[in-house]
Structures are given as structure tokens and as C-alpha cells.
């Protein structure tokens, strides 16, 4: 496996393998990479001939009050990983080499509705962040298959949506959320949490669960559902952000009768802020 940190040496990779007529596929990440990572890497193997996989911490998807500063940088361990499960080309930049001019001259890619409420409420201009850098990134490897995790479910639809209305030929394809024996969702924060906090961490995965089986009984009183799940997190130690149960396409507030259904949950277990999803065919 080959790491780069130039987008001209990405370029050129790219380029001698399309003169061979290879399908590449991307994987973007921010490094500290976990088997949910890695299950992205194999999927992208089965859909491609050779996959690219990105480590950049993006600072324009983060908040003036939240973590870049600490967020874990593993690059050593991540190549380590990549390379066991096969992947081709390492591209790891530094902010300067994605955004040369700094991100006050930088030009921004937003993405309507979608980025609204749940994460796009509590976080304002993260998925803006999480847009631009991943236009980028399309426009710099140009794949045909872009591989994401369903852990995000939310940023799995805006770049859906980014590369449907900018008209890229791309393919993007979402993986099931890799969990811990617990339930709990494999996360680069999960490192945040103590040994305590883990255990206590999968109540969440359990409520979501519970929310589940009503809907799927056929409830549609979002409202209860939602609030009973908030004050179960509560008092299992969590600072619930939000627990919404959404349109699974549109990411809007569920009507009754509807039968593709998402709950999207975010809590806070200390200093850490965890999210999850699940998703209700009924």
C-alpha cells in the first residue's frame, strides 16, 4: 500500500490506474480507524479494483467549542490496518494542502433539508463542513463507488443528495453499522469513553431498539415514543441531545401511516457525544 499526501501524487495514482482500466473506489475518513472503518475498506474491495482510502481531520466540520484539537491522530496504526485489509492507496493531507487559501477564502457547498435538524441543528455548519470536503474529495479521486457507514445516517443522506444534484457518476453505497458486543456503535469517540462508560453507553443502542418494536407494532405516536426514549436516557446517566423518528428518505418528522421510518439519536455520556440510528420497515 502506497500513502500520499499530495493531491498531485493522488492525481497521478489515479491516472495510471484508469490507463488500466481499473474501478477505483473511495473511502473518506478522519483516521483512528475501527472495524467499522475497515468493513467500509472490504465492501469498496468487493465493489472496485482498487480502493483509495482518505484520512484528513476536516477542520471545516468542526465547531469553535468541540474536539479537533484532540480528536486522535493514529496515522501509524491506521496504515497498519489499511494495509491488512487490502487497500491500495493511503491520501492523508494537511489542512494547508485542502484548503491553501485558509477556510475563511474557501468556496462552500451546502446542501438543503437534509442538513437541517438533528446533527445540522446542534452542530451549525458541520454538514457544510462535511459537503465541501467531501465535493473535494469527489473531484480530486473522481471514483465510481464511494463507500460510507449507515452509523451516519444523516451524513449519508446529504452525500447522497450532493451527488445527485452536482451530477457526479458515482455510486454511493452505505454499510450497516459495525457494533461491540454491547450494541454499542463502533465510534473513533468510543476511545473518549472510561471502561464504565462503555458498558453504560449501550443503553442507547437498547433504547433505540425499544423505540423499534413499537413502531414496527404499528405506533404512530412518535411523540410519546420519543419522549419516554429521552427520559430512559436520562436516567441511565446520558444528556440526551435528540431522539427523532423521521421519514427514512426525507430525514422530516414522521407522519402517521408511514412505513420507512428512521430513529436518529444523539446523547452526551460526559464529555462525549454519541449518535446512532435505526431504521423500521413496516
Known amino acids: 500500500m502506497r500513502t500520499v499526501h499530495t493531491i498531485k501524487e493522488l492525481r497521478a495514482f489515479v491516472r495510471s490506474q484508469r490507463s488500466r482500466g481499473k474501478r477505483i473506489a473511495l473511502v473518506p475518513t478522519m483516521g483512528n480507524l475501527h472495524e467499522g472503518h475497515i468493513a467500509l475498506v472490504h465492501e469498496a474491495s468487493n465493489l472496485a479494483d ?4 482518505s484520512i484528513f481531520v476536516n477542520p471545516m466540520q468542526f465547531g469553535a467549542h468541540e474536539d479537533l ?6 496515522l501509524a496504526e491506521d496504515q497498519d490496518k489499511l494495509q491488512a485489509a487490502g487497500n491500495a492507496l493511503l491520501f492523508a493531507p494537511t489542512a494547508n494542502e485542502v484548503y491553501p487559501h485558509g477556510l475563511g477564502d474557501q468556496t462552500r457547498v451546502a446542501v438543503p433539508n437534509v442538513s437541517e435538524g438533528q446533527c445540522g441543528a446542534s452542530r451549525p455548519g ?7 470536503v467531501v465535493t473535494m474529495l469527489f473531484n480530486m479521486v473522481q471514483p465510481d463507488v464511494a463507500v460510507f457507514g449507515e452509523k451516519d445516517f444523516q451524513q449519508l443522506a446529504v452525500i447522497r443528495k450532493l451527488t445527485t444534484d452536482l451530477c457526479f457518476p458515482i455510486d454511493v453505497i452505505g454499510v450497516p453499522t459495525v ?3 454491547s450494541g454499542l456503535a463502533k465510534s473513533s469517540r468510543n476511545g473518549y469513553l472510561s471502561n464504565d462508560q462503555r458498558q453504560q453507553a449501550s443503553a442507547l443502542y437498547r433504547e433505540l ?56 439519536a444523539a446523547a452526551f455520556l460526559g464529555t462525549t457525544r454519541l449518535i ?7
Open 69 to 74: 484539537d484532540a480528536y486522535p491522530r493514529t
Open 179 to 181: 457494533r461491540e458486543d
Open 50 to 53: 482498487v480502493v483509495i482510502t
Open 276 to 282: 446512532d440510528n435505526l431504521s423500521v420497515t413496516r
Open 209 to 264: 431498539k425499544v423505540a423499534g418494536e413499537s413502531l414496527a407494532a404499528g405506533s404512530d405516536d412518535f411523540a410519546h415514543i420519543s419522549e419516554r426514549a429521552t427520559a430512559a436516557l436520562a436516567a441511565a446517566g446520558f444528556r440526551p441531545d435528540y431522539f427523532n423518528i423521521v421519514n427514512s428518505l426525507t430525514l422530516k418528522p414522521a407522519s402517521p401511516g408511514e412505513s420507512e421510518l428512521t430513529i436518529l
Open 126 to 132: 458541520h454538514f457544510e463542513g462535511v459537503a465541501t
